[in-house]
C-alpha cells in the first residue's frame, strides 16, 4: 500500500564529525544488486567491535562521487563515533565536516525515487544548490535495527547545500 507521498523538508547544520564503518566502491549496478545491503549487514554484525559510538540505534550511509567517468560511487556503511581510538580490521574512519544538509524523512509506503525528486525540488525552489564538499553527495540515516534488504525501508535523507547567488542577488 501506497500512502500519499509528502516529504518536508528543512534546512539543518550538523557539526564535523567522525565515523568509523565499512568502505564499498562499485557501479550504480553493483549497488543496485545489493553490494552497499552487504556491507550494512556486515557492520550491523560486528557493531561490537567498534567504541565510542555516538547512537548505536542509527546506521549512517554516506555516498561519495569520486570514481573517474561518474560511472560509479564511494559509499560507506558507518556508525558516527566521539573519537577515532581503534579501527577494527577491515573497516576505515571517515572524516565529514560541518556542513548545512536539505533534509527529509522518508517514511515506509513511499516511493524512494519520489522523495529523492521531492528534495532536490525543494533545493531548487530555495535557491539552493548542492554542495559536494570532498566529493560527499548525501547521506543517509537508516534505523540500525531495520533490515538492509527490506523492501519498504524508512529512512533520512541529507543532501550537503549551500546558497545559489547571482548577480541580482548582489544588486
Not at 560511472?71 to 571517515?94: D, L, R, W
Not at 566529493?135 to 533490515?147: A, D, G, I, R, V
Request: hydrophobic share 35%; proline share 5%.
Amino acid at each position: 500500500m501506497t500512502i500519499k507521498q509528502k516529504n518536508d523538508a528543512v534546512l539543518i547544520t550538523k557539526e564535523a564529525f567522525h565515523a568509523i564503518g565499512i568502505k564499498w566502491e562499485g557501479t550504480f549496478a553493483e549497488a543496485g544488486e545489493g553490494g552497499i545491503r552487504e556491507i550494512q549487514i556486515e557492520l550491523q554484525k560486528r557493531l561490537k567491535e567498534i567504541s565510542g559510538i555516538v547512537d548505536p540505534e542509527i546506521m549512517l550511509g554516506l555516498s561519495y562521487h569520486a570514481i573517474p567517468g561518474g560511472n560509479g560511487f564511494t559509499h560507506y556503511a558507518a556508525v558516527e563515533v566521539e573519537k577515532v581510538e581503534k579501527i577494527p580490521s577491515g573497516m576505515v574512519s571517515i572524516f565529514v565536516p560541518t556542513l548545512t544538509y536539505a533534509t527529509c524523512k522518508h517514511y515506509k509506503g513511499q516511493s524512494i525515487e519520489s522523495s529523492y525528486n521531492n528534495i532536490y525540488n525543494w533545493i531548487s525552489s530555495e535557491r539552493l544548490k548542492e554542495n559536494y564538499v570532498d566529493h560527499l553527495t548525501h547521506f543517509e540515516k537508516y534505523p540500525m535495527n531495520q533490515h538492509p534488504y527490506s523492501t519498504d525501508p524508512e529512512f533520512t535523507i541529507m543532501i550537503p547545500v549551500t546558497r545559489y547567488y547571482n548577480a541580482i542577488d548582489i544588486c
